[in-house]
């Protein structure tokens, strides 16, 4: 089972960009379904993008639809998270999240594996 560990999260002035790297040293990394999620306090847990095993079948959140873009590099098992033009609104923390197979989902409950999360903090 993989085991996500993400990095990259900072202290970013409105209209900077940023990438978040989310790794694992575990389990069959190209076999699972990848994706971030970001929680701002006092909110719900938010679903940001998601991407399938062989990279492609991307989807992504209203909320940051051509700004953020999610890739991989299953050579190295790692997911990526560019975000661009980034918002104070996209302050939270952000997760990344693994399940086995193919399968979109786009709510937390379809992901079994979670990192710890990694602070994104927009802000002049």
């Known amino acids: 089972q993989v085991q996500p560990v993400e990095s990259g999260g900072g202290l970013v002035q409105p209209g900077d960009s940023l990438r978040l790297s989310c790794t694992s040293t575990?389990?069959?990394?190209?076999?699972?379904?990848m994706a971030w999620f970001r929680q701002a306090p006092g909110k719900e847990r938010e679903f940001v993008a998601t991407i399938n095993p062989a990279g492609s079948g991307i989807v992504y959140g209203d909320s940051v639809k051509d700004r953020f873009t999610i890739s991989r590099d299953n050579a190295k098992s790692t997911v990526f998270l560019q975000m661009n033009g980034l918002k104070p609104e996209d302050t939270a923390v952000y997760s990344c999240?693994?399940?086995?197979?193919?399968?979109?989902?786009?709510?937390?409950?379809?992901?079994?594996?979670w990192g710890q999360g990694t602070q994104v903090t927009v802000s002049s």
């Open positions: 999240a693994g399940r086995l197979g193919w399968t979109l989902y786009t709510t937390g409950a379809g992901y079994a594996y």
């Open positions: 575990e389990g069959s990394f190209s076999a699972y379904r």
